[in-house]
Every structure is written in structure tokens, then in C-alpha cells.
């Protein structure tokens, strides 16, 4: 197998992500949640019937998706996940708090993604979960670090998401190791092939970083860029 280990260098020297742990993703710039978080606990919901036994409450937003044809959207289902754990709870300065979900339906628009992040950042949310995507999670993620309000991008694999953004987290490997790492095994798994062809959507940012991580290594690799073909989602032709 080839190895990719500067892959990332080639792809995006300048990105330098750091990453929190727990404590500092739920911590607040204002240092009223300077946390520590144990578990061991109950459903801390907002609708938990042990609510009035809590000394405070965490508000958590999330900028989602538009829910599917059955409801359902992915970052939240995975945080309702997450509080409907048996026996979860947070303690934050030794005070046991309930967690507060305000959820956010970005309409899976950058424009509108922006404007709800700047609402759950008036409505006092500690931390953002979300967007999914890299064309909504890089603009909220300015607005975020502006605000020194901790946001993590669940799906969101371009650099410029966290890049100089020390309140802005990733989930996923960025497009700065995926493509290499795609070039790579396309490389070790057909290696008769020595050209290769990439077609990538220009307006969108994870489309346009990964097409430019893959060039970037499969040139690295010796091996020929046959077209590097571009197109964007108003020229696209779905007639027969």
C-alpha cells in the first residue's frame, strides 16, 4: 500500500486543527460553564420528569437539516440519541444540570444556516452541533468563532471549516486526507491504471477541496490528471 502520511501536507499545509476534549466543547467563553463532565446518570431531556432536581440547565443548539419524508434528521436523531442514554447526566462545577436541545432547521440553505446560528447564539447556547454540510458549516462556522461560541460540524469534511477558527471542531477527516487517501487506493487497488480522470462541481466546496486532494497526490504519485473537468449545480442537465 502507499503511504499518505504527508498526505495532508500536500493537500493543505497550512491547516492546523486542534482538538478539544468534552470539557472544552461544552465550555462557554464567558466562563460560566468551565466544566466537568462525569457520567453515570438519567435522561437529563428537557421534558425529564427529574428536571426540578437539576441546579441548572445547558442549552445546546443544533443547526440541522431539513427532516426527510419521515421526520427524521440525522444530527438531531444522534443527539436525542446521546440524552435518551440510560443513566446520563452532566455535572458542571459540581451542580447537577439538565441539558436544553434548540433545535434549528437550516432549510439546508447557507443564508438561512447563518441567520439560525444567530439566533441559538442570542438564545444563549453554550455550544452549536452542526451543519452538516461543508457550504452551510464554513459561513457558520465565522459566525460561531466570532462569537467565541463552540461549534462542531458533524459531517463537514473542508479545511476552511475549522481553519484559524479555534471555537470550530470537525467530526469527520477533512478533504485534506480524504483525497489523498482516495487517490491512494485507487492507486494500490488498480494499479495497471497510470491516468485518471476527475469531474467535480465547482460551487460546492466539498466537491471542489476533495477533487483538488485527489489531483494533488495522484500527481504526487507520478501518475497523469487525463481532464480536470468542472461543473456547477445551475448547468447541470438532467433532461434525457
Known amino acids: 500500500s502507499t503511504d499518505i502520511s504527508n498526505a495532508t501536507n500536500l493537500a493543505d499545509s497550512s491547516n492546523n486543527e486542534t482538538f478539544a476534549n468534552e470539557t472544552d466543547i461544552v465550555s462557554s467563553s464567558d466562563g460560566n460553564f468551565t466544566s466537568n463532565i462525569t457520567g453515570n446518570e438519567t435522561d437529563m431531556s428537557a421534558s425529564d420528569t427529574n428536571a426540578t432536581t437539576c441546579e441548572c440547565v445547558v442549552k445546546i443548539g443544533v443547526n440541522g437539516e431539513t427532516p426527510d419524508k419521515?421526520?427524521?434528521?440525522?444530527?438531531?436523531?444522534?443527539?436525542?440519541?446521546?440524552?435518551?442514554?440510560?443513566?446520563?447526566?452532566?455535572?458542571?462545577?459540581?451542580?447537577?444540570?439538565?441539558?436544553?436541545?434548540?433545535?434549528?432547521?437550516?432549510?439546508?440553505?447557507?443564508?438561512?444556516?447563518?441567520?439560525?446560528?444567530?439566533?441559538?447564539?442570542?438564545?444563549?447556547?453554550?455550544?452549536?452541533?452542526?451543519?452538516?454540510?461543508?457550504?452551510?458549516?464554513?459561513?457558520?462556522?465565522?459566525?460561531?468563532?466570532?462569537?467565541?461560541?463552540?461549534?462542531?460540524?458533524?459531517?463537514?469534511t473542508n479545511p476552511n471549516v475549522t481553519f484559524q477558527r479555534p471555537f470550530v471542531f470537525r467530526v469527520t477527516f477533512s478533504d485534506a486526507e480524504q483525497g489523498p487517501a482516495i487517490a491512494s487506493l485507487t492507486a494500490s487497488e488498480m494499479t495497471n491504471i497510470t491516468a485518471a480522470a476527475i469531474i467535480y462541481q465547482s460551487d460546492d466546496p466539498y466537491s471542489n477541496y476533495l477533487a483538488q486532494g485527489i489531483k494533488g497526490y495522484w500527481e504526487y504519485l507520478n501518475k497523469t490528471v487525463a481532464a480536470y473537468e468542472s461543473f456547477n449545480e445551475t448547468n447541470i442537465d438532467n433532461s434525457d
Not at 435518551?84 to 439546508?108: H, Q, V
Not at 447557507?110 to 444567530?118: R, Y
Not at 447556547?125 to 468563532?145: D, F, K, L
Open 70 to 156: 419521515q421526520g427524521n434528521n440525522m444530527t438531531l436523531n444522534g443527539v436525542n440519541f446521546w440524552l435518551n442514554t440510560p443513566e446520563f447526566n452532566i455535572t458542571l462545577n459540581g451542580k447537577i444540570c439538565r441539558i436544553e436541545i434548540i433545535s434549528a432547521n437550516n432549510d439546508d440553505n447557507k443564508t438561512v444556516a447563518v441567520d439560525q446560528a444567530k439566533k441559538l447564539i442570542q438564545q444563549g447556547v453554550v455550544a452549536i452541533i452542526g451543519p452538516e454540510y461543508s457550504s452551510m458549516a464554513i459561513p457558520v462556522g465565522q459566525i460561531a468563532n466570532d462569537a467565541q461560541t463552540p461549534m462542531i460540524a458533524t459531517t463537514a
